[in-house]
């Protein structure tokens, strides 16, 4: 299996400017998960889908983030418009429904955005 | 309130010199504690689980043990390819959610 992919694996960009970040997840996996990792806050859950339906968002930090996934296979957190504090590495993860209380969550590379 | 702690923030090794990471957590029943590996520019990497107090894991020169209050990452004999941050999250009884610690930032010289 590729594992969870995401794109792009860099994003550079000036504050005010949309970003949309991916995540393509592990085939099968029905959880996914967006995270934010910075070096005063760690890892951080975003939001978390279970079966493409957001189940829980209270991670989302502002309404310029917001996050979609229109079907199994592919999600997206777009934040719109972006401001320096916003840098950060974002990673995707998934998990499997087999799992049960195990859940345990695989994670993409991550991508790393600078917002200048 | 929910937590993970994790110490010490940074660790320097003599390759071969064995030596334990902690971390300590405060949850409300918790459901699984969980180890990862995180290497510069990668997304974490999944080590172990733990679900009870005693309970014990191997993998090559990683042990990870767990007391009702706390775990510990065991590296023995470790060569510096073992160099990463290693975190560890909390789940609680009927969550989705892992509580991350800051991690432990392993540097073992040869």
């Known amino acids: 299996d590729a594992g969870v992919i995401q794109s792009p694996r860099h994003e550079v960009t000036e504050m005010g400017q949309e970003v949309t970040l991916r995540c393509k997840p592990i085939s099968g996996h029905n959880s996914l998960f967006w995270y934010r990792q910075t070096m005063m806050r760690g890892l951080e859950l975003l939001i978390y889908f279970n079966n493409n339906v957001p189940i829980d968002d209270s991670g989302m930090p502002e309404d310029r983030f917001s996050a979609k996934m229109p079907n199994a296979s592919f999600s997206t957190l777009k934040i719109q418009p972006s401001e320096p504090r916003d840098s950060a590495v974002y990673f995707c993860a998934s998990s499997s429904p087999g799992q049960g209380a195990k859940n345990i969550q695989y994670f993409g590379a991550g991508t790393r955005l600078s917002v200048l | 309130e929910d937590q993970v702690t994790q110490s010490p923030e940074a660790l320097r090794l003599q390759e071969g010199e064995s030596s334990s990471l902690n971390c300590s957590y405060t949850?409300?029943?918790?459901?699984?504690l969980f180890w990862y590996r995180q290497d510069p520019g990668k997304g974490p990497e999944f080590l172990f689980t733990?679900?009870?107090a005693g309970e014990e894991k191997e993998k090559e020169r990683l042990k990870a043990t767990l007391t009702k209050k706390e775990s510990f990452l065991h590296i023995t004999a470790p060569k510096p390819e073992d160099s990463a941050t290693y975190l560890c999250?909390?789940?609680?009884?009927?969550?989705?959610?892992?509580?991350f610690g800051s991690g432990t930032r392993l540097l073992v010289r040869p």
């Open positions: 949850v409300s029943g918790l459901r699984g």
């Open positions: 999250a909390a789940r609680m009884d009927s969550s989705y959610k892992l509580i």
């Open positions: 733990l679900y009870s």
